[in-house]
């Protein structure tokens, strides 16, 4: 969950907005369900979409589609044959998904998997690798997505993994955001799989929540 919005942010928010009808409209179902503090601020999607618009992404993969803001900020960057698949656990979220991705849907180059993403992110493997993954679901699953991620990122792709810091948890912070051993620890295990692996080279982007982007080399 973000904290209030630090001063660059306003600043930033206020060069970069407004946002388009379909995101508006994603925003305001998660406010209606009290979950927009989860949704991605501008600053960070603006950011996200920036980089990946690098590589042309022709294939992008989502975990944690919530109301489908983040998906749209991806989708935006993919050739008009490309795909993204995100996948949303909630049935309800995936509901309000449904509706803001809708064009993009209805156009084949959206498919929200509804699910335990863990279960079934194998179902895509054949439609792999990917150009693009974004890890934003359930924090105590995030080793085993980055596991998954690494076997389907093509060489070049890029892996934008969100919420590191874990509101400050996995320095051991205490906040008001309380988060469990079990996601402390698989954040942390698989931070630390992703800096010793030769393959992979990553950085830390100093966000308020933490955004990890890791680029495969081989
Ligand atoms: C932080 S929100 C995603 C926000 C979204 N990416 C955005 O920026 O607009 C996390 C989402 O992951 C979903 N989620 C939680 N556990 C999941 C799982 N096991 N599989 C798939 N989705 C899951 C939650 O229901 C929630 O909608």
Same mark, same amino acid.
């Given at each position: 969950?973000?904290?209030?919005?630090?001063?660059?942010?306003?600043?930033?928010?206020?060069?970069?907005?407004?946002?388009?009808?379909?995101?508006?409209?994603?925003?305001?179902?998660?406010?209606?369900?009290?979950?927009? !503090?989860?949704?991605?601020? $501008? %600053?960070?999607?603006?950011?996200?979409? =920036?980089?990946?618009? @690098? /590589?042309?992404?022709? &294939?992008?993969?989502?975990?944690?589609?919530?109301?489908?803001?983040?998906?749209?900020?991806?989708?935006?960057?993919?050739?008009?044959?490309?795909?993204?698949?995100?996948?949303?656990?909630?049935?309800?979220?995936?509901?309000?998904?449904?509706?803001?991705?809708?064009?993009?849907?209805?156009?084949?180059?959206?498919?929200?998997?509804?699910?335990? !993403?863990?279960?079934?992110? $194998? %179902?895509?493997?054949?439609?792999?690798? =990917?150009?693009?993954? @974004? /890890?934003?679901?359930? &924090?105590?699953?995030?080793?085993?997505?980055?596991?998954?991620?690494?076997?389907?990122?093509?060489?070049?792709?890029?892996?934008?993994?969100?919420?590191?810091?874990?509101?400050?948890?996995?320095?051991?912070?205490?906040?008001?955001?309380?988060?469990?051993?079990?996601?402390?620890?698989?954040?942390?295990?698989?931070?630390?799989?992703?800096?010793?692996?030769?393959?992979?080279?990553? %950085?830390?982007?100093?966000?308020?929540?933490?955004?990890?982007?890791?680029?495969?080399?081989?």
């Amino acid at each position: 969950m973000r904290k209030k919005q630090s001063p660059s942010y306003a600043y930033i928010e206020a060069q970069i907005l407004p946002e388009n009808n379909d995101k508006i409209l994603a925003r305001r179902l998660s406010q209606e369900i009290g979950l927009e !503090a989860i949704s991605i601020s $501008p %600053t960070e999607a603006s950011l996200i979409k =920036f980089v990946v618009s @690098f /590589i042309n992404p022709q &294939k992008i993969v989502e975990i944690g589609t919530l109301t489908g803001l983040s998906s749209l900020y991806f989708l935006e960057t993919l050739k008009a044959d490309g795909h993204l698949w995100t996948f949303e656990k909630s049935t309800d979220h995936a509901k309000r998904a449904r509706q803001s991705l809708a064009n993009y849907v209805q156009n084949k180059q959206c498919t929200i998997v509804e699910g335990d !993403a863990f279960d079934l992110l $194998p %179902t895509i493997d054949k439609e792999g690798p =990917f150009d693009a993954i @974004f /890890i934003d679901g359930n &924090k105590g699953a995030y080793y085993d997505y980055w596991q998954w991620a690494k076997k389907n990122i093509r060489v070049g792709g890029l892996v934008f993994i969100d919420n590191v810091f874990l509101a400050g948890a996995v320095w051991g912070d205490q906040t008001q955001q309380k988060f469990n051993e079990k996601q402390v620890s698989a954040v942390k295990k698989m931070t630390s799989n992703i800096f010793s692996d030769v393959n992979f080279s990553a %950085t830390f982007i100093p966000t308020e929540e933490g955004l990890l982007i890791v680029k495969r080399y081989a």
